[in-house]
């Protein structure tokens, strides 16, 4: 095989092996907005904000069997440097809804302070631990004490308090609360319960879809308002919309532009070393191809025998590549490695996505290498052989000069 070596097999481990790493962690990143309002789970939340969204009507939908719903209050906090997520919660459907347990410690009926489990590990508090706490929407400061850890598969980051405790912090006022998120069986029914309350809500489920369910507005309102929701979000918010709302529809979207624009330079810089390490391997073969198309060998035998090769060093290569690579990304996963605002980064690591990457890249090197391949195979034959000329004469003058200067140790020798 002419391309076999191991400086070429190493330099594609190391193309795929950037790749294999890079892709789940922003895909992990983009998921991150959808995690933190956990996944599937719909969200309810105020239509604007001169409107509060009520904890009691989380009470009402809580008496259907069918539903779990979570009123929750959201604020932002530092602890010990670390930049934190803090949840008013009712601590029973919150770990209900999130598929979560009480880890250590317990739980006290009214006040209390819960740490998920990612979080205590980058904050290294542990049950009975005191630390201060600072204000979100106020300027305050608290001595907190941690009653329980909680963990979560969705998310483990988060600062759990009361609904109270929580109220004070974000500024809100008696009963109100930022969201309520819902888990049910039927979609349907949900919105028909809804809609015979007299709350005014948009309901977002986990795609960016959004509902305005408001007894209270015209059809035409009603109309009108979802279409500046989805088409005209500037004037939605100018108008008091809901943060939660906004959020939800353009986190996602807005972080996906980004994503997949890191997705396709990370592809083009994959591309441009994969060519380079290749170009440099067929170089390192020119006298070789020279020799063989002296000796009868057509072009088309010529770029078979290479596409060939080409196939052969990058299966190796990304095999080993996206091995690694997923090791990698399951420790950086493992010990919650990688954080933003407060939350920790999951990679999308499945064997779908890592098939995508084995694929991708033994596509990406097999077109590198045949368009070195054709690019390189424009020149004459007799140029390949002068390179091999060179070569040889390269290899012969340092000999020469070597006995021509050290005549003894050719006596010796003798």
């Known amino acids: ?203 977002s489920n986990a795609v960016g879809e959004n509902m305005v369910v408001n007894t209270n507005i015209t059809d035409e309102e009603k109309t009108q308002l979802t279409l500046a929701f989805k088409y005209e979000p500037e004037q939605f918010k100018s108008e008091g919309g809901s943060y939660v709302s906004v959020f939800i529809q353009e986190g996602g979207d807005s972080i996906k532009v980004v994503i997949i624009t890191f997705i396709i330079l990370d592809a083009a810089l994959t591309f441009i070393g994969a060519t380079a390490i290749l170009a440099r391997a067929i170089i390192e073969r020119r006298p070789d191809i020279g020799a063989l198309s002296a000796i009868g060998a057509d072009r088309n035998y010529l770029r078979k025998l290479i596409a060939k090769d080409i196939v052969l060093i990058s299966i190796p290569a990304s095999i080993a590549g996206v091995i690694i690579g997923s090791m990698i990304v399951q420790t950086i996963d493992t010990y919650s490695l990688m954080q933003m605002f407060g939350q920790t980064i999951h990679p999308a690591l499945d064997s779908t996505i890592m098939l995508g990457i084995f694929l991708t890249t033994i596509t990406l090197f097999i077109i590198s290498g045949i368009l070195v391949n054709e690019t390189l195979m424009g020149a004459s034959t007799q140029n390949m052989m002068r390179d091999s000329d060179d070569i040889v004469s390269e290899s012969i003058i340092p000999d020469l000069v070597d006995l021509l200067e050290e005549p003894e140790m050719k006596w010796e020798g003798a």
């Not at 309810?44 to 939908?61: C, G, P």
């Not at 998920?116 to 004490?145: C, H, M, N, W, Y």
């Open 1 to 203: 095989m002419m391309l076999l070596k191991k400086k070429t097999i190493i330099g594609l481990f190391l193309c795929t092996l950037v790749f294999s790493s890079s892709i789940p962690m922003l895909l992990g990143i983009q998921a991150t907005p959808n995690d933190v309002f956990g996944g599937d789970i719909m969200t309810i939340s105020q239509v604007n904000s001169t409107t509060s969204l009520s904890s009691d009507l989380a009470l009402d939908l809580n008496q259907d069997e069918n539903i779990i719903a979570s009123p929750e209050i959201y604020a932002f906090c530092m602890i010990k440097g670390h930049p934190v997520v803090t949840r008013g919660v009712v601590i029973d459907k919150y770990l209900e809804l999130e598929d979560g347990e009480i880890i250590e410690g317990s739980v006290p009926p009214n006040e209390f302070v819960v740490l998920g489990e990612d979080l205590a590990r980058r904050t290294g508090l542990g049950v009975g631990d005191k630390f201060v706490f600072t204000g979100s929407a106020r300027p305050s400061i608290f001595q907190l004490q941690v009653d329980a850890i909680y963990t979560s598969p969705t998310s483990a980051d988060d600062l759990l308090i009361s609904l109270g405790e929580a109220r004070f912090l974000a500024g809100l006022g008696v009963d109100a609360v930022s969201a309520i998120r819902v888990k049910t069986t039927n979609q349907t029914a949900l919105i028909e319960e809804l809609e015979e309350k007299d709350d005014p809500v948009i309901i």
